[in-house]
């Protein structure tokens, strides 16, 4: 089957470096994209990795190695408003993790 | 641009009832999505398009349909609503690794 694994929570403070990690089993892969979603909102697009290697733009980097299927969000100079839920998603299959929640506490 | 909107942003149903999901997007995407999220979970797809004519299934099809007439609007048809059928809505455009997301209808089915 093919599924993505992420932890539920993660609590950091403001100003702190966090990542959310993603694991996942898959058939075929075609690339992991990372989304925040506020409570009650949309999801909106942050980053996408084809290749290995890191991605960056501005504070949200995000990380994927192919031969360990792993992938991880980085998320720099917490701010409060970056508490939200984090969702990892294979591109391929169009199938998302179950989310993280991240809090950021003063 | 007004990106993906989507029409009803609340609505309940009584069981058995139907009704239609608009979505539309005016980014000229070929690709759209249907997503449905159930608290504290992530997104299911229902439904997915790669263009006007062509619809396939997603994960969790099953008391759904849709059509896909124009590149702009991909409405979802809910059938004989269950209580199971209780979740948020998400419609989406765009490449399939970068979603853009509409604001979502909240469905309550009772």
């Known amino acids: 089957g093919q599924s993505l694994e992420q932890p539920s929570e993660v609590t950091a403070v403001e100003g702190a470096i966090v990542q959310i990690n993603c694991t996942y089993q898959?058939?075929?892969?075609?690339?992991l994209s990372w989304y925040q979603q506020h409570d009650g909102g949309a999801p909106t697009f942050l980053s996408y990795?084809?290749?290995?290697g890191l991605e960056e733009t501005g504070r949200f980097s995000s990380f994927l190695s192919r031969s360990d299927s792993y992938g991880y969000l980085l998320l720099q100079e917490l701010q409060m408003k970056d508490s939200a839920s984090y969702f990892c998603?294979?591109?391929?299959?169009?199938?998302f993790g179950q989310g993280t929640e991240l809090s950021v506490k003063p | 641009n007004a990106g993906v909107t989507q029409t009803p942003k609340f609505r309940i149903l009584k069981i058995g009832q139907s009704m239609t999901l608009q979505c539309t997007q005016d980014?000229?995407?070929?690709?759209m999505y249907w997503y449905r999220q159930d608290p504290g979970m992530g997104l299911k797809l229902i439904y997915y398009?790669?263009?006007?004519?062509?619809?396939d299934k997603g994960e969790v099809p099953n008391g759904y349909n849709v059509s896909r007439s124009t590149t702009e609007d991909f409405p979802l048809r809910l059938e004989l609503a269950a209580p199971s059928q209780t979740s948020v809505y998400f419609c989406?455009?765009?490449?399939?690794?970068?979603?853009?997301f509409g604001p979502g209808t909240r469905l309550t089915v009772t």
């Open positions: 990795n084809a290749l290995d």
């Open positions: 398009s790669v263009g006007a004519g062509i619809t």
């Open positions: 898959t058939s075929g892969f075609y690339g």
């Open positions: 989406a455009s765009g490449p399939s690794g970068e979603q853009y």
């Open positions: 980014m000229n995407h070929n690709y």
């Open positions: 998603a294979y591109r391929g299959k169009l199938i």
